[in-house]
């Protein structure tokens, strides 16, 4: 016997186990089929019953609706008839609509009939004369259509309690049978009775009996009424047809006197099971066929075949292709394991370029981010400057001109540009990691629920939005204005991403990252942080597109449609508050963008002032004023004289020392961060600080590299003015800061 044959006969034996118990295991999967098909069944009925429910609702909404209708309290029985005319035309779903006159007698209809019929004997009639505020029930064929309807009645009151008139709405009970039909994959038939056993809607063409017949004495309408819940039965119809009945349970449908029935050919049903039974055998047959043929060519190859594989291996790796692989499956012995060994240099080798690739990819990232940085801080440094000029003179102009509208609305314009001018100016500062930040130890959780009705506008009602929120979120610290400003630049990327609509999900948790846990540029940041996560199920990006998707003006959407600076602001914004910041996404399935900020062991107090708090009118405290820039440093000195405080300019850090080592009596240092001379505005306060212990000290920046938390050394927080501002900000800084203890 061949060596071939011995192998074959081993797999034919080593495979009858396993075939045997995927035979079995596809009848079960025969079994449970047939199963989930009667809970489907039942399911379906349900579904109806549910549906049905939803339209009653709807219906008595439209009756409390109608009942308010000034075309109705009427006694003009055939411009009534016209307005429920005009209404049910709106409402394809009722054979009409009619008002019943409290003795019973028909007033006026939808249908303009003008017949006389005295409605006393029907059931809903009889509910509704003793009803207040509920619409009343019954299943019937309709006396004016002759078609079956459940009709929905609602009694008129006024506020005395007497009764005016009752609203009545014939809704197509066959109509809606036959849609629920036609949106059955699976052939369900649909058969509807009243509570004494006559059916309403029965499938046409089939073995049961016609609308209008009755089934009080049949099995299946005993199986309908039964009390004990039972959840199928099999039924056999009058031509010999064993059909399979669910149905449905729900006591509102029950109560108005309807019995909902959903049935299925229980040949169809098992034809089904047993079909997917053969499928799944052929499969399995095929398949193995396939794996004998699979052992037969293996069992041929030669040494010969595996000497050529590894000589083809060990040319491609001299040429330089470090992903060259000898494909598996390995032989056994010294030659498999000659094959795993090459395999294992070749990627050790490719990992090693990679690493090198990936350096210098950071490398040069790093290298372009800071020169877009220093040239971007430097840039927005001078315009803050001057948009800080700009706004205070338009303002000053615009209280000026209020006599000359059309000067003052030009003011108002400059100012309008100015702060326009500002925002465009943190933008660049927050991708530069620029931006001056003035964070706070806050729960985000509760942020971001303050957060949720402006985001589920900006979202729209095309866009489902979902808050998951974990219990006992940390602190985290962290600017709440540039967070908010974040979280809505993410917002507006994922609504952008899904046009046609679909969901989004925002998520905040508590999370700690290792070392195996890399941000955007592949950088671990190990420790406790906070989670915010923004999701979409929208077109999702390309490896190549999410590779680039930070980089500042890199965007794919239209031009003038965005600028390429959302997703590098946040990133910048997150790396500033010594976070970090993570994405996923794939085409078609979305996009998740993971923003990551530091834990706080426990909450400080903020000390920033009230957004609603009022400017002072006057002060007359002596303030001293450190500003390298010659307008912006007039332009204050100007404001505060007339603002009635008495001024000391300075141009820098030592010449500000030299005045506070004085006698002089300054009430407060009013300083800019960046300045020339080799000492910041916060280096000034501290040794301000120290000289005089009860000086009161308040900064202003257009731009600084690190969050101003600053402390001077008093152990007091000092406060922080952001460039540009306007006079009635500086007014109310400089009382609020005048004013702490």
Request: with cysteine.
């Amino acid at each position: 016997m061949s060596l071939r044959t011995r192998l074959l006969i081993l797999v034919i034996a080593a495979m009858l186990v396993p075939a045997i118990l995927i035979g079995l295991r596809f009848v079960q999967n025969r079994t449970s089929e047939i199963d989930a098909a009667l809970a489907n069944l039942s399911a379906t009925a349900n579904d109806i019953s549910s549906d049905l429910d939803e339209k009653i609702q709807g219906t008595a909404q439209l009756h409390y609706g109608l009942a308010r209708a000034r075309d109705l309290d009427t006694r003009d029985k055939a411009a009534c008839s016209a307005f429920l005319s005009a209404v049910r035309e709106e409402y394809p779903q009722f054979t009409g609509i009619l008002t019943i006159n409290p003795d019973g007698s028909l007033f006026c209809d939808s249908l303009r009939t003008n017949r006389t019929l005295d409605l006393r004997d029907r059931e809903y009639f009889k509910q509704a004369l003793v009803a207040h505020g509920i619409v009343t029930l019954e299943p019937v064929f309709g006396r004016l259509t002759g078609t079956s309807v459940l009709q929905i009645a609602y009694p008129v009151r006024p506020e005395s309690g007497e009764l005016k008139f009752i609203l009545l709405a014939s809704f197509n009970l066959k109509k809606f049978a036959e849609y629920h039909e036609k949106r059955s994959v699976n052939g369900n038939e649909i058969l509807l009775a009243d509570r004494k056993g006559m059916v309403l809607v029965a499938p046409q063409g089939k073995g049961w009996a016609e609308p209008g017949a009755s089934i009080a004495n049949s099995e299946l309408f005993r199986f309908a009424t039964s009390p004990n819940r039972e959840p199928f039965r099999e039924v056999t119809d009058r031509d010999g047809r064993t059909q399979v009945w669910a149905v449905a349970r729900s006591p509102s449908v029950r109560d108005a006197g309807l019995y909902i029935l959903v049935g299925r050919s229980k040949d169809g049903l098992v034809a089904a099971a047993n079909r997917r039974l053969y499928e799944d055998l052929a499969i399995l047959a095929v398949a193995s066929l396939l794996l004998l043929a699979g052992v037969w060519l293996l069992a041929t190859m030669s040494v010969g075949r595996q000497v050529g594989r590894l000589a083809a291996m060990a040319t491609k790796l001299g040429l330089g292709d470090l992903s060259a692989r000898i494909a598996p499956p390995h032989p056994r012995g010294e030659l498999g394991g000659l094959m795993t060994l090459l395999n294992g240099t070749a990627e050790s080798l490719e990992r090693q370029r990679a690493a090198i690739d990936e350096l210098n990819q950071k490398l040069t990232q790093s290298q372009k981010m800071e020169a877009m940085g220093q040239l971007t801080g430097g840039v927005a440094h001078d315009f803050n400057n001057l948009l800080t000029v700009i706004l205070g003179n338009a303002e000053h102009l615009a209280e000026k001109l209020v006599a000359h509208k059309e000067l003052h609305h030009i003011a108002e314009s400059i100012a309008t540009a100015a702060e326009r001018g500002s925002d465009l100016t943190r933008s660049l500062l927050a991708f530069a990691r620029k931006q001056p930040l003035m964070p706070r130890d806050i729960d985000i959780g509760r942020k971001i629920v303050g957060m949720e009705p402006l985001l589920r506008r900006t979202l729209g009602e095309h866009i489902e939005c979902e808050f998951r929120l974990d219990q006992n979120l940390w602190q985290a610290s962290v600017d709440p204005g540039q967070l908010a400003s974040a979280l809505l630049n993410l917002v507006l990327n994922a609504r952008d991403a899904m046009p046609s609509g679909g969901t989004l999900t925002v998520e905040v948790k508590n999370t700690s990252l290792g070392e195996s846990d890399v941000d955007v540029n592949g950088q671990a940041r190990p420790g406790d942080y906070v989670m915010v996560a923004v999701t979409d199920t929208g077109t999702g990006m390309t490896a190549e597109v999410a590779s680039r998707a930070f980089e500042p003006f890199f965007t794919t959407k239209e031009v003038g449609k965005g600028t390429g600076l959302g997703l590098s602001m946040v990133y910048g914004f997150a790396q500033q508050s010594g976070g970090s910041m993570q994405i996923h996404s794939e085409p078609g399935h979305g996009t998740a963008v993971k923003l990551f900020f530091p834990r706080v062991a426990a909450s400080q107090a903020s000390a920033a002032p009230s957004a609603g708090q009022q400017a002072a009118p006057a002060g007359s405290e002596t303030i001293l004023v450190v500003e390298d820039d010659d307008m912006v440093r007039g332009y204050v000195e100007n404001e505060l004289k007339a603002l009635g405080y008495r001024v000391i300019v300075t141009r820098n850090a030592p010449a500000a020392l030299a005045i506070l080592r004085g006698p002089e009596n300054i009430h407060l240092l009013f300083t800019d961060v960046v300045m020339p001379g080799g000492m910041f505005g916060t280096e000034l306060a501290g040794e301000a600080a120290r000289l005089r212990p009860h000086l009161k000290i308040l900064l202003t920046s257009g731009h600084t590299e690190h969050p101003v938390d600053a402390i001077d050394g008093g152990g007091r927080e000092v406060r922080i003015l952001n460039k540009p501002y306007r006079r009635h900000d500086l007014a109310s800084m400089l009382r609020s800061v005048l004013k702490a203890g």
